[in-house]
């Protein structure tokens, strides 16, 4: 056994040891030692590897593969541009706190310098994005076996505590197996039980006790992060009798902690000026909300609390006046009294948004995105998994669609980019045994559209992809580049319509494809099936800023006056 096998090898065992359960294998010349090596494992049962060709596509699956599983998942690929197309998925999980792991094959020092081919500095690529464990080159020395195994329990140990982990292995030829005699100190006598770990610990920031009672009057907003944070929070809320307001991502947490999760909150919020009843004295924000301005605004008229999950907390208007690194109960629960009027008001106010809500839709021509999220969110069986897209998807779904427990929703929320979506929510569907599906927009689609390529010896995912196809970005159309007086370069810049054919380009990915052109075909077309397919439905976006801006005055008329 050659040095590169042999330590390939080696860290293959060891991160199988630390419960390592999916690696996601990209081709190449200098990683062969290593997809060799996981090859053979995953062909023992010891592990479940996937292939993909696109390394960009391989590093969002393995992030979904971790956000699903709740375990690291890792990635492997060659050097040169391979690792740097892992950069956006880095990213991603880096800002949402999710573990995974980044096997990035590399050449060895003598070749740095040199013009040798696809040969680039890539230890610390990814900057602090992501920690970088660097091997050494592997020789024939006693005591490799140690110091490998030792590197890669550092590393999964990193992973587990919520960070992106470069384990960057510089091989030298041969990188293939080669019929030489064992090398016996690579695999034999292995040190027992060695797996070192770590867990994320709590940090402590000045002035993060909140060592006072908080309001009768205060609301809480959940965004994305650790369900067992947001469970605990939730119920504080329900107890202190607060109203909440959480994301797609966080509803199910909340719900979970016996908070009455409010279907319009994120409406009311952005519909206009709250009336003195609705006006929260204090507002705690669990995890990180990202979706709405209306939440935004809020935090800037009332003392905020921040209970976050990562060092970057969720303050980009810098007005939170405590931040928690975790949830300590005996600070959260002491409550100023309680205000038997102040949840029935704001549940009222949500009854009457929802009434509003639900009258609009129904008179608008189907379909439009808003009516799309409400339905699949209603129509998806219980115990699925929902992966819903950035842009309007998870926008739509939070302004008014029903919260659901017995969902698992995922979205990419921490950088919250389009790229890479359709191959996270494969990762989501391949670590799950729930029925699986995605809620995402036509440029979504295309920007990842090698994340519909599975080869055929790969397992394919249970996965039925909604995508809403109104050609082009959609979500500009809401922003201040929509408004009348932009017009002229807006559609060209902004709306960038590509004209695909979906069906033809699904064809090509041997994925099965439907357009639906009714409500009742939708929802037919979200029974459970299998394999991997694309449900497309089709509208108008030049309707679309009209809809919202009557969306939000029907709110205000209804609930807020």
């Not at 030792?150 to 470069?166: D, F, T």
């Not at 279907?263 to 929260?280: D, I, K, N, Q």
Request: hydrophobic fraction near 45%; aromatic fraction near 4%; include cysteine.
């Amino acid at each position: 056994m050659n040095p590169s096998t042999a330590q390939a090898t080696v860290i293959v065992d060891e991160l199988i040891r630390n419960d390592v359960r999916h690696v996601v294998v990209c081709p190449g010349s200098r990683n062969a030692a290593i997809a060799m090596a996981l090859h053979e494992a995953a062909g023992a049962g010891r592990l479940t590897m996937h292939v993909r060709i696109d390394e960009r596509s391989a590093g969002f699956l393995a992030l979904g593969l971790a956000k699903a599983s709740g375990r690291p998942a890792a990635v492997a690929c060659t050097s040169g541009t391979a690792v740097a197309n892992l950069h956006p998925a880095v990213l991603e999980a880096f800002h949402s706190g999710v573990g995974i792991l980044l096997l990035t094959a590399d050449r060895p020092p003598e070749l740095h310098g040199s013009g040798a081919n696809q040969t680039i500095d890539q230890r610390g690529l990814f900057g602090p994005a992501a920690v970088t464990v660097e091997f050494p080159v592997a020789e024939r020395r006693d005591g490799q076996n140690q110091v490998w195994r030792g590197l890669v329990c550092r590393a999964v140990a990193q992973a587990e505590a919520g960070r992106p982990v470069q384990v960057n292995m510089p091989f030298r030829e041969p990188l293939v197996p080669t019929f030489e005699p064992r090398w016996p100190e690579a695999l034999d006598g292995r040190p027992a039980g060695l797996r070192w770990t770590t867990s994320a610990a709590p940090v402590s920031m000045a002035g993060s006790r909140v060592d006072f009672p908080l309001p009768a009057r205060t609301l809480m907003v959940f965004g994305s992060g650790r369900d067992d944070r947001a469970s605990a929070a939730a119920a504080v809320a329900a107890s202190a009798g607060w109203p909440a307001v959480a994301e797609p991502s966080g509803q199910a947490a909340a719900l979970a902690g016996g908070v009455g999760v409010l279907r319009c909150g994120a409406l009311l919020l952005a519909a206009g000026e709250l009336p003195e009843s609705l006006r929260p004295e204090a507002v705690v924000v669990v995890g990180r909300p990202t979706l709405s301005r209306g939440v935004r605004g809020l935090m800037g008229r009332a003392p905020v609390y921040g209970i976050g999950d990562h060092p970057q907390w969720t303050d980009p208007q810098y007005v939170a006046t405590h931040v928690r690194g975790w949830l300590d109960l005996d600070d959260m629960s002491r409550v100023d009294g309680l205000d038997p009027e102040w949840l029935p008001a704001w549940r009222h106010a949500d009854a009457a948004a929802v009434n509003a809500v639900e009258k609009l839709l129904a008179e608008q021509e189907w379909p439009t995105g808003l009516q799309i999220a409400a339905e699949v969110m209603d129509a998806v069986p219980a115990g699925a998994a929902l992966f819903i897209g950035s842009s309007n998807p998870v926008r739509d779904v939070d302004l008014v669609a029903e919260p659901r427990s017995d969902v698992a929703i995922h979205a990419n929320r921490g950088v919250a980019g389009i790229d890479g979506n359709v191959s996270t929510a494969a990762g989501m569907a391949l670590a799950t045994d729930r029925p699986a599906y995605a809620l995402i927009g036509d440029l979504t689609l295309l920007h990842d559209l090698n994340g519909l390529l599975v080869g055929p010896p790969e397992r394919r995912p249970d996965l039925t992809i909604v995508v809403h196809n109104d050609d082009g970005g959609g979500i500009f159309a809401l922003l201040e580049q929509g408004a009348a007086e932009y017009q002229p370069s807006f559609e060209r810049v902004f709306g960038t319509p590509h004209g695909a054919d979906l069906e033809s380009l699904c064809r090509g990915y041997h994925v099965a494809h439907t357009r639906v052109r009714t409500s009742d075909e939708l929802r037919e077309a979200l029974a459970p099936g299998r394999g991997l397919r694309v449900v497309e439905v089709r509208s108008n976006r030049a309707l679309l800023r009209d809809l919202h801006a009557r969306l939000r005055a029907t709110v205000a008329d209804a609930a807020l006056r």
